[in-house]
């Protein structure tokens, strides 16, 4: 190999080192509540998130409801991506959120899902029939999906009926732990959760047809604690760009 090969080769790998070095200097952690029904799209989101900036997004998952009293008691969240766009906007009005950095990452679907294949058709009329024993539901104080899925029920007339076949879950992630393991044979649980790619994965579906249920508008807002974080502000833009939109459609929701 000739001199001046080498002499190229090498200043390329030290190239390629200090650029590595600079990269991870600049690497910081932003830690982000995220509500339940956005796990896999946001454990995606972060993936590559780490992959292209170098920064590192470490999440927690669990009702938006729960996530708001945490916060109000001084949890060490810089971003939070909640179910709804109330909670950030009620915390930015109480001194706890910056207002301006609030926008729409997601539009989430409501779904009537059994894991049982033809139980439930294609126009949710399963629930006026009520052949079956329980149905899940998300705690609606704490989850937007639960406050969702009974006001479906209110709309159709059928929540009186269908209450004492209640089971319900904290959040919509054990709402749909329920269902998945049949403690419930059906239940309402994100689109998101049962779709991948488009398709339903098993079982039977009805997709609410959002006339039902007012819209569930999923809101990010960054904390004050967040604020000077770079992790934090690069996530948010993040979210904002093609790469994200893309995995966020793919898990069935508008954005």
Known sequence: MKNSEVTVKRFLLSLATSLAMAF???????WVAVAANFTAPMQKIASLFEQDTGHKATLAFGSTGRFYAQIKNGAP???????????PAKLAKEGLAVDASRFTYAIGKLALWSKQPGLVDAQGQVLKSGTFDKIAVADPKLAPYGAAAVEVMTQLGVLNTLRPKFVQGENIAQTHQFVATQN???????????????????????????????????????????????????????????????????????H
């Open 24 to 30: 991870s200097a600049h690497a910081g952690e932003v």
């Open 77 to 87: 969240f810089d971003l939070l991506l909640s179910a709804d766009d109330e909670t």
């Open 184 to 254: 419930a044979q059906l239940g309402f649980v994100a689109l998101s959760q049962v779709m991948a790619d488009g398709r339903l994965v098993e079982g039977s579906v009805w997709a609410v047809p959002a006339t039902l249920y007012s819209p569930l508008r999923q809101d990010a807002v960054l904390l004050n604690k967040g604020q000077g974080n770079a992790a934090a502000a690069a996530l948010l833009q993040y979210l904002k760009g093609d790469k994200a939109r893309a995995v966020i459609r793919g898990f069935g929701y508008e």
